[in-house]
């Protein structure tokens, strides 16, 4: 489990956390949302231990984070939005070097999610794509065997076949034990797959809830008129989409933009709502 407890950080004094508490049990997709700025990045690298907090602690399995103890770090993989990659090495030799350092690292996974991907193994990264360079990472990192996974954009660069496939492959290689954590702005290439949600704001977390509660809590209409009591509304084709407070109990679909729209607008009432 990841536990963040009183955390705080700042960079040259320019604080971007204070005081804020998340856990991360096992079993679970997290989508972790926010505007430019916020600290997604931030926070993932606290979690990994490449940030050390000004205060409070951050770790996983009982293991402060910032002390990248060996047997903490074969356990986790963090891929950041952008990775500077050898010209001259292959995917193949690349996985070949991380091997040693994650016992249960399966070539015969990272091959079968390489062709999945539709990325050649021994093809040199100068000659790829950045998407498919990207694709060549998202398979090196769901084959070390690491109990967590922490994704920084991780569709950034890829096509919309290529977006289906890594949603498909992240599905059927989830397991029970594992904790993956996915930053992104591109909400609507991971809407299906990640849940609970957590949106954070400057130096605070504005929503930690699993979709369950999330349409427990918030309506979200499709096709009626604009409502006055709406925390959020957007014209559609066919009328306009609201989401109000969810008074009646009734069933939802979730829509994840309009959701964080709601959220950023109303940070009061979405705190009183899901106190």
Not at 12 to 35: A, C, D, H, Q, W
């Amino acid at each position: 489990m990841i536990e963040i407890r009183n955390l705080d950080f700042s960079y040259r004094k320019m604080p971007v956390f204070s005081g804020i508490n998340l856990t991360f049990p096992e079993g679970s997709i997290y989508g972790l949302l926010g505007e430019n700025g916020v600290g997604k990045t931030t926070l993932l690298k606290l979690i990994c231990g490449l940030q050390r907090p000004t205060e409070g602690t951050c770790t996983i399995d009982g293991l402060t984070c910032h002390d990248r103890r060996p047997e903490m770090l074969q356990r986790i993989v963090f891929l950041p939005d952008e990775v500077l990659l050898p010209d001259n090495s292959t995917p193949r030799k690349y996985v070949d070097e991380l091997a040693p350092f994650y016992p249960n690292f399966a070539i015969g996974t990272f091959l079968h999610l390489m062709q999945e991907l539709e990325v050649e193994p021994d093809r040199k990264f100068r000659e790829m794509s950045f998407g498919q360079q990207k694709k060549s990472l998202i398979a090196a990192s769901l084959s070390l065997g690491t109990d967590y996974v922490l994704f920084d954009e991780p569709t950034n660069g890829l096509d919309i076949p290529s977006k289906a496939q890594f949603r498909a492959i992240l599905s059927r290689r989830f397991e029970e034990r594992n904790t993956i954590i996915i930053s992104t702005h591109q909400v609507k290439d991971v809407e299906n797959l990640i849940d609970p949600i957590v949106i954070l704001s400057h130096n605070a977390v504005l929503l930690d809830a699993p979709v369950q509660k999330i349409t427990e809590k918030l309506f979200f209409e499709y096709g009626g008129e604009k409502r006055d009591d709406a925390l959020y509304s957007e014209l559609l084709p066919g009328g306009y989409m609201n989401v109000v407070a969810n008074e009646s109990g009734e069933e939802s679909q979730l829509n994840i933009e309009a959701l964080f729209n709601a959220v950023l607008r109303n940070k009061e009432r979405i705190k009183e709502l899901f106190a």
